[in-house]
């Protein structure tokens, strides 16, 4: 058998991915991002060891953390979005400096709650091609997830540049999620979404 000389092959149109994708926190889109959304599984992988071990060994490597996370760069910051990227704000019209609605971050040392998680953030891109998978789409679905990381710069003469970071939790009450080792993200594919 001769040996490829590209990764091109029939599949190859169906299986891009196309554009930059969308992040959706359960059925709403989260907002207009500057630039891709990217996934990293974060996956750490730990060799056993022993006396005399001169290199990993195929066999005694397991996983030992997963702490996936989905990150971009977005445009735009919604009242709606104040919630989900400081979990467990209150929102007040008391004590704002210029008398209007403020949102305060919750205290530090305290539990989140369990209605402080996101719920169904999913990243989403459409696969291309011009089979019957056309216009079919690949997910990255965290059932559960906290958005652990933000700043927001302002950019002179461009829109707001927002980067932020939503990592996946593990939920035991969910169905198919209740190992404590269980992997808490899918990867799935969809014909619709």
């Known amino acids: 058998m001769t040996a490829p000389l590209t990764g091109y092959t029939s599949a190859l149109p169906t299986d891009v991915l196309l554009d930059s ?5 359960g059925a709403t889109v ?6 891709g959304i990217k996934f990293d599984p974060a996956v750490t992988y730990k060799g056993i060891d022993f006396d005399g071990k001169r290199s990993p060994v195929a066999g005694l490597d397991r996983v030992t953390m997963r702490m996936p996370k989905i990150s971009g760069t977005v445009i735009q910051l919604s009242t709606t979005m104040i919630a989900q990227i400081e979990p467990g704000s209150a929102t007040t019209a008391t004590g704002a400096w210029t008398g209007a609605t403020s949102y305060a971050p919750k205290s530090a040392g305290q539990l989140l709650a369990s209605g402080d998680y996101l719920s169904n953030v999913r990243a989403i891109w459409q696969r291309g091609g011009a089979t019957s998978s056309a216009g079919s789409y690949v997910q990255v679905r965290f059932p559960s997830a906290l958005l652990t990381k ?5 950019q002179d003469g461009a829109e707001v540049a927002i980067a932020i970071e939503i990592e996946a939790r593990l939920d035991p009450t969910l169905s198919g999620f209740s190992n404590i080792g269980a992997a808490p993200f899918r990867i799935e594919y969809l014909t619709t979404v």
């Open 21 to 25: 994708g969308v992040l959706y926190v």
């Open 150 to 154: 933000y700043d927001i710069t302002g």
């Open 30 to 35: 989260f907002g207009a991002f500057a630039g």
